[in-house]
């Protein structure tokens, strides 16, 4: 079974930072692999996506990820972090032998200082 | 166009009392798909619709949960007999179709249970 493991539960970086948030995955196959944002009382949004091609994905909001297979990993990347960045960040795994229903890991809750 | 709807936004509910929420996918789109998060966790999938058929129930947790589509467009989630377990976000998405598509998650009904 897939499965998505998500290290940090909360972290905390001061505005114009960098940051990173990690996801580890398990998949049998080459794994459809997600990030989505969550806001208090706002439903997911996509940030980015990975098929297949390029492993390194741009998405919305200044926001990239890298496919690492051998490390089963596809962590979360954004050079300079802003106040409105602050929300729940979930990494999910698409299971494309099942109509694509998705694996959340537990979520990272990111908090910006001032 | 509109996004995915869900409705109502809350709703609370005694022990033993029968629920029903309702999702109310973006135009077109064939596959919606059911998800249940509980409070600090990510969201956890309960089932997939196809067009008017259940393609994967494998997510429900027991037979108290049920859902239709009977149209191919709304879908209602139904709880019998609700525990107060079974508080949570329920979360509707849907998409294109199943496979390397987006999916677009609706607000949620928060569902509180006495």
């Not at chain 2, 709807?5 to 059911?34: F, M």
């Not at chain 2, 008017?52 to 139904?78: C, I």
């Not at chain 2, 294109?96 to 607000?107: D, K």
Request: net charge neutral; with cysteine.
């Amino acid at each position: 079974a897939q499965s998505v493991t998500q290290p940090d539960i909360h972290i905390t970086v001061s505005e114009g930072a960098s940051l990173e948030l990690r996801c580890n995955y398990s998949y049998g196959a080459t794994p459809y692999l997600f990030w989505y944002v969550q806001s208090p009382g706002q439903g997911l949004q996509l940030l980015l996506k990975y098929f297949s091609g390029d492993t390194l994905v741009q998405g919305i909001k200044g926001f990239e990820a890298e496919f690492k297979r051998s490390q089963s990993s596809f962590n979360l990347r954004k050079p300079s972090v802003h106040w409105s960045d602050a929300a729940e960040y979930f990494c999910a795994v698409g299971d494309n032998n099942a109509g694509n229903m998705l694996t959340f890991g537990g979520g990272t809750r990111l908090m910006v200082k001032p | 166009g509109a996004g995915v709807s869900q409705t109502p936004s809350n709703k609370v509910t005694e022990k033993g009392k029968y629920v029903e929420l309702r999702c109310d996918p973006i135009s077109g789109h064939t596959a919606l798909y059911w998800y249940r998060q509980s409070l600090g966790q990510g969201p956890e999938f309960l089932i997939y619709f196809q067009g008017t058929g259940a393609a994967d129930d494998s997510g429900l947790p027991n037979d108290r949960f049920f859902a239709v589509r009977p149209e191919g467009s709304v879908s209602t989630l139904k709880i019998q007999r609700t525990e107060r377990g079974d508080s949570a976000v329920y979360l509707c998405a849907s998409s294109g179709t199943s496979y390397n598509n987006e999916q677009f998650f609706g607000p949620g009904t928060r569902l509180t249970v006495l």
